[in-house]
Each structure stands twice: as structure tokens, then as C-alpha cells.
């Protein structure tokens, strides 16, 4: 049933009171700081903005923020029992914006990919999981949904079209969530070869760079096999805990393939340790298996980085449409990923104009904004509202 806020009228001048909830806030992954980013540019326009999670972390220093118990022994449990827990919120003079999956939404800033399409064993649907993770899609993609759903890539919407039969009016393509301080000119010779130096990237050694927290999904094996095929390349592999199961599994691994002496984990990084990845290394590998955006492939370009990625990416189709890199196909093997690493290292140069060049000329950092004003106008309106897409795809 549509949800009427009488006591809002149609004035942008409105305070309106926003409940944003995101799981954990903790995990400072790209939903959650999307989260904390709209929180705040929310704030910035006068609104009355409150943070529901299970947890928080310097994301949410500074914005309002209630801490809701994480229960449950499983992952899809526990975002079960967040989304009950939610009915704390009045929803009678709260909108609730939801950064997962969740009952109850009036928006959905949505960071995944369409549970329902992909493919799965009969057994699988038969498991609480699946049940309980296709009830919380289908109350957001639902026939009798009234949510307003800002989607951040084109395929990821289009697969939830697919699987749903959406009105395009009900749902939002947004542009990219660039973070503006990630512009950045690319260093002198001088200065990249002393960043090169402070990472011990030997000379004539082609540096690879790879980011992610999740090193199967975002394809850190792949890469690994092609470095065993490149002796004159060392892997840069930054966000994931060395420590975390699938990233060690996958450091034996190139152990086993001779080439673990040539990969430098350097764990989470912040924004300066960023600035000196991007300026000292040769090439963005990012060969992941299923991105909804992949953030990362811009954050190199507008850097000037060269990228190599997959056609399952979001944003590969700015690597694309920039020319400043290589774009596999879903399945790429090692061998192809090699070959466009090593081809790649021989155009840096060109490669970099042109990222710096296509950047210059497309909208890449404003997806928050316009998210923010879409959260808006739904708020002024007090209902469900057609809503054209955003403007940067």
C-alpha cells in the first residue's frame, strides 16, 4: 500500500526526517560508504537524518546513528531479523531508505545483483536462505512493491527487469559515486619512480594493482594465475586481510605456482595510500566474476591508471568508451589476462591520456547527489513518483 506523508507538502525547502538503514556499517565496503556518503550530503540540504545498523565505525562518526542487535546464526537470518527490527522506525514520519534488501522501504539504493536470476540447483531454492533472501527482494521488485529503486549500473537494472517485469519508471539508473578527491593528475617520472621505489617495485618490473574485499567475487585468483605467467610483473594487492580465508588459500596457492615472492599485500588502505597505489603502479587487473559497478575501474581512470577487467563489471563500459584499457570477456583465462596486462604495460602511456581525457568530459561523481535529490523529491511528494533516469550512463 503506498505510504501518504501529510504533513510533508511539495516545497524543496522542507525538513524532512530520513531513516537510513545499512547493515553493518562497520564493513566499510563501497554500499556502506555510499551509505554514510548519502547520509550526509541529506544532511548538508537540512534534513533530520538518522543511521539504523548493527554496527558502526568512523563511516558514521559524526551523523546520527542507532545500533540495532545483529541476531541470528546465519547471514540471511540476520538480515531478516534487522528488517524486523526496523519496525522501531514511525514509519508515519520517517522516510526509510534502505542501503540492502530490505521490508518496508520507500526507496532502495541498491548495491547487488538480482538474486533471483541467478542460476541455482532445485536443492538450493528449497533452503531457508533462498527463501528468505527472495522474500526481501520481492518485497523491494515485487508486483505489489510501491519501493523507488536507484540502481547503479545498467546491466545490474536490466537483470532485475528481467527477473521482475519493472516499469522503467520505477526504477533509477544512477551515475557513478566517484569521490571527487579520487581526480587526480598523474605523477611526474620523477615522483612515480620514487613511489615505485618506496614499494620496492624493482626497475623494468611491470607493477600490477589490484583492490577488493572480496578476492574470489572480484576475481584476486585469476590474477594470481596470470602473474605465474609474467616473471617480470609483481602484484599490488590492497583492501582484502591477508589473513581472510580465501585471500591465504589463494597466497598458497601462487606459493605453489612459484610467483608468491612477487605479490606485496598492503591491506586496507586509506585515501593517501590510494593516491601512491594508483601512482606507482602500471595497470588496474580487476578480472572479478560478478561486479554490479566495480568503483575501482573509475577510481583508476581518473587517475590516469590503465585498466584490465571483465565484461560482468558495471563500469566497464567506461573502459570501453575512454579506450584507456582492455575489457575480457566473463570467462577470460589466465593466459588472456596476461596478454592484455603485458600489452597494456607497453601503452601506459597512451592509456593514461586517454583515462585522463574521458574523465575530464563525464559525469563519474555525481551518483550521491543524485541520489540525494531523488530521495528528495520522493519525500516532497509523500508517494510513488515516475522517475527518468539519471543523466551520466
Known amino acids: 500500500m503506498t505510504r501518504i506523508y501529510t504533513d510533508w507538502t511539495n516545497s524543496v525547502s522542507k525538513v524532512h526526517k530520513i531513516a537510513i538503514a545499512v547493515f553493518d556499517l562497520a564493513e566499510a565496503g563501497g554500499i556502506e560508504r555510499d551509505a554514510a556518503r548519502v547520509a550526509r550530503a541529506l544532511i548538508d540540504r537540512g534534513h533530520d537524518v538518522r543511521l539504523f545498523s548493527t554496527s558502526a565505525g568512523p563511516l558514521a562518526e559524526g551523523i546520527p546513528t542507532t545500533i540495532l542487535p545483529a541476531r541470528g546464526l546465519t547471514n540471511h537470518s540476520r538480515m531478516a531479523t534487522f528488517a524486523n527490527d526496523l519496525e522501531v522506525i514511525d514509519r508515519r514520519k520517517q522516510l526509510v531508505v534502505g542501503f540492502q534488501k530490505l521490508t518496508g522501504l520507500d526507496v532502495l539504493y541498491c548495491g547487488d545483483w538480482c538474486f533471483t536470476e541467478r542460476p541455482l540447483p532445485f536443492w ?29 549500473s545498467q546491466p545490474q537494472a536490466d537483470a532485475y527487469r528481467r527477473a521482475w517485469s519493472i516499469a522503467p519508471e520505477r526504477m533509477v539508473v544512477l ?32 607493477a600490477w594493482l589490484w ?16 602473474l605465474s605467467l609474467v616473471p617480470d610483473a609483481l602484484l599490488v594487492v590492497a583492501g582484502v586481510d591477508p589473513m581472510q580465508k580465501w585471500a591465504r588459500r589463494m597466497f598458497e596457492e601462487a606459493g605453489r605456482r612459484g610467483c608468491r615472492d612477487r605479490i606485496l599485500p598492503v591491506g586496507r588502505v586509506d585515501h593517501s595510500m590510494l593516491d601512491r597505489l594508483f601512482g606507482a603502479c602500471d595497470l588496474l587487473v580487476h578480472p572479478a566474476r560478478l561486479d554490479v559497478t566495480g568503483t575501482v575501474i573509475v577510481e583508476a581512470l581518473a587517475a590516469g591508471l590503465p585498466v584490465i577487467t571483465t565484461a560482468t563489471c558495471g563500469y566497464a563500459v567506461h573502459v570501453s568508451a575512454s579506450g584507456a584499457g582492455i575489457v575480457l570477456p566473463p570467462d577470460a583465462s ?11 604495460k607497453y601503452k601506459r602511456a597512451s592509456f593514461s ?35 527518468e533516469t539519471a543523466s551520466g550512463r
Open 175 to 206: 551515475p557513478p559515486t566517484l569521490d571527487p578527491r579520487r581526480l587526480l593528475a598523474s605523477p611526474t617520472e620523477c615522483e612515480r619512480l620514487e613511489l615505485r621505489r618506496s614499494l620496492g617495485v624493482k626497475e623494468g618490473q611491470s
Open 334 to 344: 589466465a593466459s588472456m589476462i596476461a596478454e592484455a596486462a603485458v600489452a597494456s
Open 211 to 226: 583492490i577488493g574485499l572480496q578476492p574470489k567475487v572480484k576475481g584476486l585468483d585469476r590474477a594470481i594465475t596470470a
Open 124 to 152: 538450493k531454492r528449497l533452503l531457508p536462505r533462498y527463501r528468505v533472501m527472495r522474500r526481501l527482494e520481492g518485497a523491494c521488485y515485487g508486483p505489489r512493491s510501491n519501493t523507488v529503486r536507484l540502481m547503479l
Open 353 to 387: 591520456k586517454l583515462a585522463h581525457g574521458y574523465v575530464g568530459k563525464t559525469e563519474l561523481t555525481t551518483g550521491i547527489h543524485h541520489a540525494a535529490t531523488r530521495i528528495e523529491e520522493f519525500a516532497n511528494r509523500g508517494s510513488a513518483l515516475p522517475l
